[in-house]
């Protein structure tokens, strides 16, 4: 496991830093803006740029952009396939280490997640990629979503509509030490692993278990886990079941790429998916 410091005392204001220069950046790349242009959009000095942006990514502002580039999304996807196959080898279920975040998991049947008596816990609470949204289920962590412009209401309805028959019922002291263990690092630990519940189809339950054996610092592709799956036609079942992930982040669907190192779609906007794998590369690198 790798021991990096815990996420910076304002993660949520860094983010909205580096948010609006990865967007910037995004859409003026082939021009390579300096620093200065940068800086100067989201309005702070170079200096300080440079220092908000190394202190949330890990990484300068440079390097960050290298880790975006299609050479180096072709290394994260460098033997994709047997990372995949590895990773069955040892198993997915129990309380193994499934990935960096040390992760155990069950999942609901469809019977159970259809049933009108589900209860689910929600709060909001701060994270390194701007404020989240954090679904409980009596026995650990059901859903992880992010809040943009401040929209709670957005978020809260995301999250309904994929259980439409649970009860969400507002409780952030349930949520909070689930927040906590997933975004705080300090607290990856393999004596007390961060215990999930996915409630979907049993096809997306085995999508999402695959995503959870793509350690850190490394990627796949759909048709990899369609393949992995014994379906290798079914890439854009797979590209439905990963869009429908509610655990974002902790089940790493950010890792799925396409097969040219493409930067694909992500529920919770593009530039946050480049956010997330910048920073796993800082972190990475860190290590």
């Not at 040390?102 to 390194?128: C, I, K, M, Q």
């Not at 036609?233 to 790429?257: D, E, K, T």
């Amino acid at each position: 496991m790798l021991d990096f410091p815990a996420f910076p005392v304002a993660p949520g204001a860094d983010y909205a830093v580096v948010r609006k220069a990865i967007e910037f950046i995004s859409t003026r790349w082939r021009d390579q803006p300096s620093i200065e242009a940068i800086a100067d959009h989201v309005g702070l000095s170079a200096s300080h740029f440079q220092h908000v942006f190394k202190r949330w990514a890990g990484l300068t502002p440079k390097a960050f952009l290298q880790a975006l580039t299609i050479e180096r999304a072709r290394e994260l996807l460098r033997d994709s396939a047997s990372v995949l196959d590895a990773a069955y080898d040892v198993g997915l279920s129990g309380p193994s280490r499934l990935h960096d975040l040390f992760v155990t998991h069950e999942a609901l049947t469809p019977g159970d997640y259809r049933r009108d008596d589900l209860e689910l816990a929600y709060g909001f609470h701060p994270s390194p990629f701007g404020e989240a949204i954090v679904v409980a289920a009596p026995r650990g962590l059901a859903g992880l979503g992010f809040v943009d412009d401040g929209d709670r209401a957005a978020a809260l309805a995301d999250m309904r509509k994929r259980w439409p028959r649970a009860r969400l019922v507002e409780d952030e002291a349930a949520t909070a030490p689930l927040a906590a263990r997933a975004f705080d690092s300090a607290q990856w630990r393999p004596d007390a692993p961060l215990r999930i519940v996915m409630i979907g189809t049993d096809f997306e339950v085995r999508v999402w278990e695959t995503l959870l054996a793509v350690p850190m610092g490394r990627a796949t592709t759909y048709s990899d886990i369609a393949r992995h799956l014994g379906k290798p036609n079914a890439a854009r079942a797979v590209g439905a079941a990963v869009g429908r992930n509610p655990i974002s982040f902790v089940v790493p669907c950010h890792r799925v790429l396409g097969r040219s190192g493409a930067l694909t779609g992500y529920h919770w906007g593009l530039a946050r998916k480049q956010a997330i794998i910048g920073w796993e590369a800082g972190r990475t690198q860190a290590g």
